[in-house]
């Protein structure tokens, strides 16, 4: 069985189903007011790439992820924008789904938007309010931390020291800085809900407790996001569960950070921050690849060569598959020992750099029995690096001679295009091909395209 490290043990510990055959995790999505960046492509991209290992193991995922559809920053730009937030909220959860789609993130089993939940969380914030361990102030609802034993468990710190790291309360009807919104009394022209304490809306942390425990149930497998969530926003979570009595998540896991070389950048991919821009610039795969060369605790580096390697290694592996197509090599069991090693690996709290060295290794032995004349020994192998690629949902091998004429000639129509520096229409013809579900990339020779 797979074991992560766990943020609430501290260490690495087996992933224990609460349904054998069966994991229910729950990655916190985005607050849809700007534009994705690239530590949202990250934790989309590490735990797709744990429920695809999941899937392929053969566990049945269920895989909620949120979309915070209310919120103050929501709220603030839509004021000065001058439109409803609710304009916001479509313009920015469509960018959202575009840019998933792009990276090859499977769309979650269920994608809960906070608006939809507002009762449930009505309801839980008034059990705790009745239960004694919320309580109302002139501006909201607040959960009173100190109340749980063992608060500050996902922060890894103790009462004293995260109290002693709260900046002075600018609330002082707040009866201790670690206490924490779960309701929002509403100023006027604000998006509202009615509530026994006022009108207002859900706090953050209401929303994804409500939800998790809504679509998975009490005691469901696996909660997971970026490092910056552990705390406050999941520990906040697991408080006002544990506080009603009710068992949360079972495991937690969390991802590191994106390191971002501005300077190295800027030399040849353009000095960007966003996840779109990103992949705008290059072969959306090349995020997935980084992403799967770093272990998913330590920090990954994206810059201009970072990419640029991780876009040449997919052209190898591209080469590689277009050759294995072309050899028609003999129907064959993927190579059991390969298999078991990249498992071994994946297993052991998703060292997918050495996952992916095994892949590397096994691609390489194939192009040598291939070079050698030896399609038996080649087979098996290349099943085995079949089933690596598809386990961590790398999809390599184009083949540009089978586009249908259509997809040719806006490719021919783009590089045209480029080559008069008419961007606009490159732009367009990009889009194009983007709607009709082609991954485009600028390469020497001119555009290439994929699925
Ligand atoms: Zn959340």
Request: net charge negative; aromatic share 8%; glycine share 8%.
């Amino acid at each position: 069985m797979i074991q992560l490290f766990d943020t609430a043990l501290g260490r690495v510990a087996p992933i224990e189903p609460r349904t054998p055959g069966q994991v229910s995790m729950y990655v916190c999505g985005p607050t849809v007011y700007d534009v994705p960046h690239l530590g949202h492509g990250r934790f989309s991209l590490v735990f797709d790439v744990l429920r695809r290992y999941l899937e392929w193991s053969g566990f049945e995922v269920d895989y909620v992820s949120n979309i915070t559809d209310v919120d103050d920053n929501i709220i603030k730009r839509a004021n000065e924008e001058g439109r409803p937030p609710d304009a916001v909220v479509a313009e920015y959860e469509a960018m959202w789904w575009n840019a998933m789609d792009r990276l090859g993130v499977k769309r979650p089993t269920h994608d809960p938007h906070a608006t939809a939940y507002v009762a449930p969380m009505v309801e839980l914030v008034g059990r705790l309010v009745d239960a004694g361990i919320a309580y109302e102030t002139s501006d909201g609802v607040y959960f009173e931390s100190e109340q749980v034993d063992g608060y500050g468990l996902l922060a890894r710190q103790s009462i004293d020291s995260l109290r002693a790291g709260e900046r002075v309360a600018v609330n002082d009807e707040k009866r201790s800085p670690v206490d924490f919104a779960l309701w929002k009394k509403a100023k006027p022209g604000e998006p509202s809900w009615p509530s026994p304490w006022g009108d207002g809306r859900p706090g953050w942390h209401t929303e994804c407790v409500v939800m998790a425990l809504d679509l998975l149930g009490e005691g469901f497998d696996l909660h997971g996001g970026g490092q910056d969530l552990a705390f406050p926003h999941h520990e906040n979570e697991r408080v006002q569960a544990v506080a009603l009595g009710r068992a949360f998540a079972r495991h937690w896991v969390h991802n590191g950070f994106v390191e971002v070389d501005r300077v190295k950048m800027s030399k040849s991919l353009g000095n960007f921050t966003t996840l779109t821009e990103l992949l705008d610039h290059t072969d959306a795969r090349a995020y997935r690849l980084l992403v799967l060369q770093s272990h998913y605790r330590s920090p990954v580096e994206v810059n201009a060569d970072t990419v640029d390697r991780a876009v040449r290694t997919l052209e190898r592996l591209d080469e590689y598959a277009r050759r294995v197509a072309a050899a028609g090599l003999p129907d064959a069991a993927a190579d059991a020992s390969v298999v078991d090693r990249f498992r071994s690996h994946m297993d052991d709290d998703l060292q997918t750099p050495a996952a992916m060295a095994v892949l590397s290794d096994t691609v390489r032995d194939v192009n040598i029995a291939l070079d050698e004349g030896r399609p038996d020994d080649a087979a098996p192998l290349a099943a085995a690096a079949a089933e690596i690629l598809g386990a961590v949902g790398l999809t390599v091998g184009t083949d540009d001679e089978a586009l249908d004429p259509a997809t040719t000639d806006l490719v021919a129509r783009r590089d045209a295009a480029r080559a008069d520096h008419d961007w606009a229409t490159a732009d367009a013809i990009r889009a194009e091909l983007e709607a009709g579900g082609w991954v485009v990339k600028d390469t020497p020779s001119g555009t290439q395209v994929h699925r």
